[in-house]
């Protein structure tokens, strides 16, 4: 299993060391929430928005010192607190969203998380791809309609899984599993059409079972994770001027144009549908090149791990395992892990996206539960 963990290469996090009193200080005060009926989420992706699916779903073990900023304790979150997706939950006054397979302790009464850690859109039908997440959502509509009319009043109606906010971030694991897998920058460029169907082919089924309003993020810059610079070791020459790998980030820009694009068209082929794109990638690269202005030192350092400077990540000593150690809580960085934001991250990233600036078309997130 921990093999398993470690070569799902690309997961992406984040993490903050702010209580939530200071997140929403941060925020615009035109993101106040105009909520008027009650919100609900259906997110799929992989660990940037999973709140505990990998937990839920195989028994895996993430303990301290995940989750210690907000929480207090592990979550099966892969920060030191929250996720971008927790804060938009609290931008609209949502709980947060409890991973679908998770069976104690909630009702869903918000919607439902079908993100799990290393997930991608390729290959298929295999735990816990883009369509597999689709398929157990909707399962989740079919049980929600039989409890109905069985006399439940807890389950969502069909109203509510139309007002319902769908949102996708997936991808970043397609493209570093090629890369990990040695694909020629060619090779990887190839496969992108291929994901892009699948993303494609995942909201066209949310939208045949009622969804309408969806929320679409691009991925993050993969070439500066510095998991994938200490793995990759790459010489001056591959790295951009803020020391990020190039190519790697060249790949994800190519995905998110082309998903971009994807949005654009699906805005024309679903009359009756609002799609909107979400810019991810800048927000975290400023985090990255700009990381004085945000108060962070050594961006492409990991808080959580071993081996100290400049990247303080080792494969074979990762967060949470051997002799891996974390920063003092309170310390300014933009990396938890090598691989996942941390809390502090998260909520400037959280921040932005709700300023409207990165949204094509711009909209208040909040705009599905008008």
């Not at 997140?23 to 259906?42: G, K, Q, W």
């Not at 007002?163 to 694909?183: E, P, S, T, V």
């Not at 082919?201 to 045949?208: Q, R, T």
């Not at 500066?224 to 990020?244: A, H, I, T, V, Y």
Request: glycine share 8%.
């Amino acid at each position: 299993m921990l093999v398993w963990y470690h070569n799902q290469s690309s997961m992406a996090s984040i993490t903050l060391y702010c209580s939530i009193f200071a997140i929403v200080s941060l925020l615009p005060h035109s993101t106040e929430s105009l909520c008027s009926s009650r919100p609900l989420i259906f997110n799929f992706g992989d660990s940037n928005s999973d709140t505990g699916g990998l937990v839920a779903g195989l028994g895996y073990s993430i303990g301290s010192p995940y989750g210690r900023t907000f929480f207090r304790r592990s979550t099966g979150r892969l920060s030191d607190g929250r996720l971008l997706i927790d804060f938009l939950c609290q931008s609209v006054k949502a709980s947060f969203l409890s991973a679908y397979m998770e069976s104690l302790g909630t009702t869903f009464s918000t919607g439902a998380n079908f993100a799990v850690v290393g997930s991608a859109t390729l290959p298929k039908f295999v735990p816990f791809a883009l369509n597999v997440q689709i398929q157990q959502f909707i399962h989740f509509k079919s049980r929600s309609n039989e409890l109905l009319s069985s006399g439940s009043q807890a389950m969502i109606n069909n109203d509510g899984f139309q007002n319902a906010l769908y949102m996708i971030d997936i991808g970043q694991n397609d493209i570093a599993d090629a890369f990990a897998k040695k694909y020629s920058y060619a090779q990887v460029v190839k496969r992108i059409p291929l994901v892009l169907q699948e993303i494609k082919n995942a909201i066209k089924s949310l939208h045949d079972h009622g969804g309408r309003k969806f929320w679409v993020h691009n991925t993050g810059p993969l070439g500066c994770l510095p998991q994938k610079l200490w793995l990759e070791k790459p010489s001056s020459k591959q790295l951009d001027p803020n020391g990020c790998i190039s190519t790697y980030n060249s790949a994800a820009n190519l995905f998110n144009e082309g998903l971009r694009h994807l949005c654009a068209q699906l805005r024309s082929e679903l009359k009756d549908a609002t799609v909107i794109y979400v810019d991810i990638y800048s927000i975290k690269y400023d985090l990255i090149a700009n990381a004085k202005k945000y108060g962070f030192s050594s961006p492409l350092m990991a808080c959580c791990g071993f081996g100290g400077p400049p990247y303080n990540y080792n494969i074979n000593v990762t967060c949470g395992h051997g002799g891996a150690q974390a920063c003092n809580e309170g310390s300014k960085f933009v990396s938890w892990d090598g691989i996942h934001l941390t809390e502090a991250a998260n909520s400037i990233l959280a921040s932005k996206v709700l300023s409207q600036q990165y949204s094509t078309p711009r909209v208040p997130f909040d705009f599905f539960c008008h």
